[in-house]
């Protein structure tokens, strides 16, 4: 995990990398982060490798710590929209059993449906693969309630 200076390096030293690599002058973190999308494979090659150098961490904590946490000030919170990927679910999940394929279409029909939405597509697929444990859940739960006998039938 990285520390408070750390994590305000990270910022400061992944801006001035960018800063270099694309020759702009970046105003935001907003532009900092579209400038890094930008980026071709190869300039952003050793790149996590480089900020973990300079603020004395791993590539590894970089690299997590951008992915995990920093970029996702960019999107909204797909918990916003809670009910709507639950009823996309359980559609997809009616015409398929499975799950990966469903959580897809799902997915698909949510963009198709919010295309101005900006939700992080990992933290999408992972909130959508938590409604389909759930719902696999309560219906292994109520087949065994159903095979369950009662007394002495």
């Known amino acids: ?18 800063q270099q690599l694309t020759g702009k002058i970046i105003s ?15 300039e952003r090659r050793g790149l996590w490798k480089k900020i973990g150098a300079r603020i004395r961490t791993s590539e590894q904590e970089v690299h997590d710590y951008f992915y995990n946490t920093w970029q996702l000030q960019f999107y909204e919170d797909p918990n916003l929209y809670r009910q709507e ?3 996309f679910l359980k559609e997809s999940l009616s015409q398929t059993a499975n799950y990966k394929e ?12 919010f295309p101005l939405n900006r939700c ?11 409604y389909v444990q759930i719902i696999m859940k309560s219906r292994l739960e109520s087949t065994n309630i159903e095979n369950v006998q009662i007394g002495n039938e």
Do not use: C, D, W
Request: hydrophobic fraction near 40%; charged fraction near 15%.
């Open 85 to 87: 990927l639950k009823q």
């Open 28 to 42: 935001s973190n907003y532009q900092l982060y579209n400038e890094l999308l930008q980026l071709g494979q190869p």
């Open 102 to 113: 469903a959580i897809n279409t799902a997915m698909q029909e949510f963009q198709n449906q």
């Open 1 to 18: 995990m990285l520390t408070r200076l750390q994590l305000t390096q990270f910022e400061t030293v992944l801006h001035a990398i960018i």
């Open 120 to 130: 992080n597509k990992r933290k999408l697929y992972q909130l959508l693969y938590q």
